[in-house]
């Protein structure tokens, strides 16, 4: 999630992901994918900034888990799901 602020200077927090483009109209407004429209005080530019360092950080993020299986469920016969842990650069937890 990335954090804006409306003209009322009220914080919120938007998912990038559901963002399909930003407009400098000339105030800032961000559409989303089903025609939501926020006006925000951060200009495009800006936007755009946060958007990289977040879809940066779930990169980075990722490069430090790894899969593995998870304890087996309530069912002795079901399969483990998978399951996601933390590593750090020298291989601990």
């Not at 946060?50 to 779930?58: E, G, K, N, T, Y």
């Amino acid at each position: 999630m990335i954090s804006l602020t409306r003209l009322s200077g009220q914080r919120f927090a938007l998912n990038p992901d559901l963002m399909e483009r930003i407009e400098a109209t000339p105030d800032t407004v961000v559409s989303l994918v089903d025609g939501t429209k926020h006006v925000v005080i951060e200009d495009v530019d800006q936007v755009v900034a946060l958007v990289r360092h977040f879809r940066a950080s779930v990169v980075a993020l990722a490069q430090h888990m790894e899969v593995q299986p998870a304890s087996v469920g309530p069912d002795p016969g079901s399969a483990p799901a998978p399951g996601l842990r933390l590593v750090t650069r020298s291989g601990g937890e």
